[in-house]
């Protein structure tokens, strides 16, 4: 079941190739989502897949326009069910200047219900998502599109931002 506005966000952490910080032996930074709490929003984007055409359409779109997240104060984040080194390389190809996190055990999905068991027989897989989580840690805005060709809308994540 997805988590609601009002909820506390489960705290999740995840590795990746292009965020920054320190970096492991593998060159890849761990991200804990409740280092934000008490300092600013963030904005966690669930996508199927990497190297797909909607989901590199949305990860450059927001790529492209992540100066309006920065204004909101926001700390935006996309995460797929991919290992963090084709995140990487993906990343690299499209120029996808937010850090993406690798979900490759399917937790993250999991814990904010925004997982698909089985997708067109090619296996499990993250559904496509937005969440905004507070400063207080607390769930501002959840959406689970109820399509994986569904993008969530990004104006309603902008304005869960102006009030978290």
Do not use: H
Not at 6 to 25: T, V
């Amino acid at each position: 079941m997805a988590v609601k506005v009002g909820d506390q966000a489960p705290d999740i952490q995840l590795k990746s190739k292009n965020a920054p910080g320190e970096k492991d032996g593998l060159g890849l930074a761990t991200v804990k989502i409740s280092d934000n709490k008490g300092k600013k929003p963030t904005v966690l984007l669930f996508f199927p897949m990497a190297f797909t055409g909607i989901c590199t359409k949305e990860m450059c779109d927001i790529s492209s326009g992540i100066k309006a997240y920065e204004d909101l104060g926001a700390a935006v984040y996309g995460i797929s069910v991919d290992s963090p080194f084709a995140q990487g390389a993906w990343a690299e190809k499209e120029k996808i200047s937010l850090p993406l996190l690798s979900d490759l055990n399917k937790q993250a999905a999991k814990a904010y219900g925004a997982y698909i068991e089985d997708l067109a027989g090619i296996g499990s897989t993250a559904a496509r998502a937005a969440f905004v989580i507070g400063k207080d840690g607390k769930v501002k805005y959840a959406e689970v599109t109820p399509t994986i060709k569904e993008l969530p809308n990004f104006e309603k994540v902008k304005a869960a931002l102006q009030s978290a």
